[in-house]
């Protein structure tokens, strides 16, 4: 199959399951905006914006490089698994110790256990996200399409099944953390790529950089849509509300 063939390919399979994901996403939505308060909608925003924000500052992230550096050897990529790794620890490590801070700035005293479960996404996230780019350079783009299907899927039912069964926040956060470890399960089951017990930085200083540079533009970009969203999350929660009346409203429509 030729390179032009793969891209074409590999697009029309992002198209369906960007449309997938689109619809999946509202579907569960209007059945958690029934089950769920909406302070609990806000709590788990407030959380992702503060573990995002500090993985802006902890957290390079190497999915850029490892897809525009090809020539890249199975040393390289290896050292780049164990740097990703290693800063991945630290970023769980810092959100964990100061999400009672969040808390405390927030006047949510639940916000410190919702950032501890969900940032168990950080600590597995690394296991599986370099055999996940390399298939993303290779443009296997069909097989990621079944695995971002069949992650999101489960996600959302274990969601939907922990808000029936009277978890609230929780069933939120389950919905990502499921997601998030069927991707990993599946992507690993997938991909044949084991890293090596390399650590030759020397070797991937220019992969580094790269990402670097490209981290500084997605950060801020960061700051622009979430920072101040954040903050008014803490002073307006009657927003939540009507977000949610207008859910329910469609529903009744529907």
Known sequence: MSLK??????????????????????????????????????????SATYIGLITVFTNIGFGSTIIHHQEATHRQ????????FLLS????????????????????????QVVWVSSLNILLTPFFITHY?????????GLLSRITVISSTTGAISG??????????YALV????????????????????????????????????????????????????NIEPAHKL???QNKLQNCRSNILNLVNVL
């Open 5 to 46: 063939h793969k891209a074409v390919r590999g697009g029309f399979y992002l198209v369906l399951v960007n449309i997938f994901s689109q619809s999946l996403s509202i579907a569960v939505n209007i059945v958690l905006a029934r089950l769920l308060m909406p302070a609990d909608f806000g709590l788990v925003a407030l």
């Open 77 to 84: 990529i290896s050292t780049i698994y164990w740097i990703n």
């Open 89 to 112: 620890v630290f970023t769980f490590s810092v959100v964990t110790a100061t999400a009672s801070y969040a808390a405390h700035f927030y006047g949510e005293e639940r916000l410190t």
């Open 133 to 141: 780019k390399i298939k993303e350079r290779d443009l296997e783009f």
């Open 160 to 169: 939907v099944i922990a808000a029936f069964a009277g978890l609230g926040v």
């Open 174 to 225: 389950l919905q990502s953390l499921m997601t998030t470890l069927v991707r990993f399960i599946l992507t690993l089951a997938a991909t044949p790529w084991k890293a090596l017990w390399v650590f030759d930085f020397t070797s991937v200083k220019r992969m580094v950089w790269y990402s670097v540079k490209f981290k500084i533009s997605q950060s801020a970009l960061f700051f622009e849509r």
């Open 234 to 236: 803490k002073i307006d």
